[in-house]
């Protein structure tokens, strides 16, 4: 039987242009040349004839043009997606031409997790970090080792773990904190569990959380979106500040 697949909503797929406008504008401000001379390539290998690359090189310097002029009226990140949303929400024809692609070029529309809600993100965010700082204070208590201070800054290891919540969708964090609330339940269970049975019921947990995750949303948790804006447990930061940071 087919796979049943889910397409993403037209609200949705407004916000997967905002991000990829976004994208685009970040890349194009490195260098326009090397942008085009990444892309051009890969669309005449798609079949794409020159009419269609010249039309989506000029669509790319209006993004690119679009963007300039709203940096210069010293908008932020958040309020240039706000005045892209509005952009894209008065011009409804382009979902409906999405799905029509869709229909002949699977794969582009697929639901790929909620990169979206920020609030939520940030929510779910601050409780996977709460939630772990917890854990790790009852791990050092169950460990016979000296229990850090309340107020004292909680450091998750290894550091590509925090990098990977900052850019994970809500599905992922409802997971993730799903797995840290379990960790919390053993280290504070009464019974007094080994080390290596700990360890054997976090690994069966972790693979039912992923049943669970591919039975609900139909794709592996790490083929989710990444999206352009970050989330860290500050709240929402600037792409290329975020990265400039994390990746110097």
Same mark, same amino acid.
């Given at each position: ?64 043009? @679009? ?10 990140? $958040?309020?240039?997606? +706000? &005045? =892209?949303?509005?952009?894209? /929400? ?64 909680? @450091? ?10 900052? $850019?994970?969708?809500? +599905? &992922? =964090?409802?997971?993730?904190? /799903? ?70």
């Amino acid at each position: 039987m087919e796979e049943e697949i889910t397409l993403v909503t037209r609200e949705q797929y407004i916000e997967m242009l905002i991000e990829e406008s976004l994208r685009e504008a970040s890349e194009m401000e490195a260098s326009f040349m090397g942008w085009c001379e990444q892309h051009v390539p890969m669309w005449r290998s798609r079949g794409y004839d020159e009419h269609w690359v010249r039309q989506r090189i000029e669509a790319a310097q209006s993004t690119r043009r @679009l963007h300039h002029t709203l940096k210069e009226q010293g908008l932020t990140l $958040l309020e240039i997606c +706000e &005045e =892209l949303r509005k952009t894209y /929400a008065n011009a409804p024809e382009l979902y409906d031409l999405a799905v029509e692609r869709e229909r002949r070029h699977p794969g582009s529309l697929r639901y790929r997790g909620n990169t979206s809600d920020l609030r939520q993100r940030y929510t779910l965010r601050i409780l996977v970090y709460e939630t772990d700082k917890l854990a790790y204070e009852k791990f050092c208590s169950w460990r016979g080792l000296p229990v850090p201070h309340p107020d004292a800054p909680f @450091l998750e290891q290894p550091d590509s773990i925090r990098v990977v919540r900052d $850019l994970s969708t809500v +599905e &992922e =964090l409802e997971m993730m904190l /799903a797995m840290s609330r379990y960790a919390l339940h053993l280290f504070d269970a009464p019974e007094n569990l080994t080390n290596d049975q700990i360890a054997s019921l976090m690994e069966a947990h972790g693979k039912h959380l992923r049943a669970i995750f591919l039975s609900t949303y139909k794709y592996q948790p790490e083929d989710s979106t990444t999206p352009y804006v970050p989330v860290t447990i500050d709240g929402p930061q600037d792409h290329d500040v975020y990265y400039a940071k994390e990746y110097p």
